[in-house]
């Protein structure tokens, strides 16, 4: 606990809020104390006085009950979020496409339309948006696919063109070292980002995967582990600091059994947007418009969309100040309802908040580098904070 404690308090030259807040535990009396000597600006903010909390000496902050994981709250002045919405891309504006007939109400507001070929350089909303098409084909013929087009959007390698084809589902050996070694929450950890998945993980799975022929992770996974970053469980899920890869839960109860209640897909959102106030980057990853592309949900594609129009609704709404949410795919599916598999078609790259004006996004054309400008952001954040590499 200490050393987690130091951790959040050193770990970057930012100015954080931290915020305790009442859930005393008297029974749990002085667990410890924070030293802050050296450390960045901190700024407590008590509400409720009196308790818990005091200073002696100065410099050593001693605190009754040390439950951050509960009661602090921190705000970087720059962050991002991360949504990974597998098998998007932009299709034309007519009947075959889902985004021209689901009901997006958050998209419609901030692209002033639904998200089809040609919304760039539309009118936006108040919040500074970028909205781009960039190429998932990665220069070899062929249908992109999740393995390899997931591993260059989460390293900035192109992983299709090193081994010659685009590469089913889960990464293959090399590509399963290419995570190892360009994990952009690696990256991020390694500069000393705080960084998380904020996908939750059933007990079950690891199991799951061992049972496997060749106990292969998916790329989201891969990357987080080569981050050596812990995974949110079920418990996280249930007090909301976690969101399941199918937002509302409604999947993963009717098919998978889970014993999950339902969230409503802007509560999931906001959920999101709060991991996004206590970290520098948060990646999360949704395959619902994949499967719904494939027809492997019982529901139409307009049903999958319009939960992640939600999902993107609570979270822009409660997104913190300093937070940028970006939007990207690995490659096309949903947007053509004539065909159940994936497409050619670019997918958009959608960048919402204080980050989208920058000039890093200006040579994004591919997947490939989103990394790069994601990672070129955050760093003229913490250069401009003091840090260096
Ligand atoms: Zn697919």
Known sequence: MIAFCRTLLFGIGLDYYITISRKWDWGSV?????????????????????VGLFHSPPERLFVQRLDLRYNVTMSFDRSIIFVFLDGIGLGPADESNPFWTADTPTLHRLLGGPLVEGV??????????LCRAIDATLGVPGLPQSGSGQTALFTGVNAAQLVGQHIFAFPTAPLRQLIAEHSIL???????????LANAYSDGYWDWVKKRRRGRHSAVTLTNLAAGLPFRTFDDLRQG???????????????????LDLVAADEAGRRLARLGAEHHLVLYECFLPDLAGHRRLPWPSEWA?????????????????????????????VEDSTFKGHTVNPVPLLVIGPGAEASVWDGVRAITDVVGAILGWLKHGADRNGQTE
């Open 30 to 50: 002085m667990c410890g104390c924070l030293t802050l000597e050296s450390a960045p600006v901190v700024r407590l903010c008590m509400r409720d006085e009196g």
């Open 120 to 129: 760039e350089g539309r009118g936006h909303a108040s919040s500074p948006v």
């Open 186 to 196: 690696k990256q991020a950890v390694e500069r000393g980002l705080r960084a998380t």
């Open 241 to 259: 600091r976690a969101v399941y890869w199918d937002i509302t839960h409604e999947v993963s109860r009717e098919h998978l059994q889970a014993e």
């Open 305 to 333: 969309l319009s939960r992640v129009d939600g999902l993107l609704g609570g979270l822009l709404e409660a997104r913190p100040e300093g937070a940028t949410v970006v939007v990207c795919s690995d490659h096309g599916n």
